[in-house]
T-cell receptor, first 114, second 110 residues
Framework: NAGVTQTPKFRILKIGQSMTLQCTQD?????MYWYRQDPGMGLKLIYY???????DKGEVPNGYNVSRSTTEDFPLRLELAAPSQTSVYFC?????????????FGPGTRLTVT | QKEVEQNSGPLSVPEGAIASLNCTYS??????FFWYRQYSGKSPELIMF????GDKEDGRFTAQLNKASQYVSLLIRDSQPSDSATYLC??????????FGAGTRLTVKP
């Protein structure tokens, strides 16, 4: 099992550009999450999904969009990138609800917006 | 605002000592509590979780939870240099909301 994979590993965007961060898991987990981690800070939940076709906002959803068309994939879309979105983005998945389950994290995408 | 607070450190302990990491949380409705370890430049990985008041032991690690004081801690016995990492406390109060603290950086000196 590859677990949770993310692409790209690194990306530099100009202000106003858009991009999609890819996330795939091969553990057949229904629950998937997107977090951002700013330097010296904890992870903040952007969006989560409890299954294909179902998504919901987390703590910091503004400036982002998600979709979940399959169990395996949970892409994160940035529209009109801003310097405040410079961060490391982690995708995670879990077998059950977050309150009851271990989350498995991908390796992260380091994004810089200049 | 639901807050999870940790001392950012760095916390430095000699090899073989006990490292004590602390975390407080603001939401009394919190139900589950997780400790994740994150090596520099890597993704978090779960150390252990605890739901009930008291202690939970797993090898060299012990999690302690006191819901009345809204306090959770992680003890690492016989600390090793390989334990040097940032330890993230995470708290969940409902089905899928998870709040992380900023983490405590631990250094174990040989």
């Amino acid at each position: 099992n590859a677990g949770v994979t993310q692409t790209p590993k690194f990306r530099i965007l100009k202000i106003g550009q858009s991009m999609t961060l890819q996330c795939t898991q091969d553990m057949n987990h229904n629950y998937m999450y997107w977090y951002r981690q700013d330097p010296g800070m904890g992870l903040k939940l952007i969006y989560y999904s409890v299954g294909a076709g179902i998504t919901d906002k987390g703590e910091v959803p503004n400036g982002y969009n998600v979709s979940r068309s399959t169990t395996e994939d949970f892409p994160l879309r940035l529209e009109l990138a801003a310097p405040s979105q410079t961060s490391v983005y982690f995708c995670a998945s879990s077998q059950g609800q977050a309150v009851l389950s271990e989350q498995y994290f991908g390796p992260g995408t380091r994004l810089t917006v200049t | 605002q639901k807050e999870v607070e940790q001392n950012s450190g760095p916390l430095s302990v000699p090899e073989g000592a006990i490292a004590s990491l602390n975390c407080t949380y603001s939401d009394r409705g919190s139900q589950s509590f997780f400790w994740y370890r994150q090596y520099s430049g890597k993704s978090p990985e779960l150390i252990m979780f605890i739901y009930s008041n008291g202690d939970k032991e797993d090898g060299r690690f012990t999690a302690q939870l006191n819901k009345a004081s809204q306090y959770v801690s992680l003890l690492i016995r016989d600390s090793q240099p390989s334990d040097s990492a940032t330890y993230l406390c995470a708290v969940s109060d409902n089905n899928n909301d998870m709040r992380f603290g900023a983490g405590t950086r631990l250094t174990v000196k040989p």
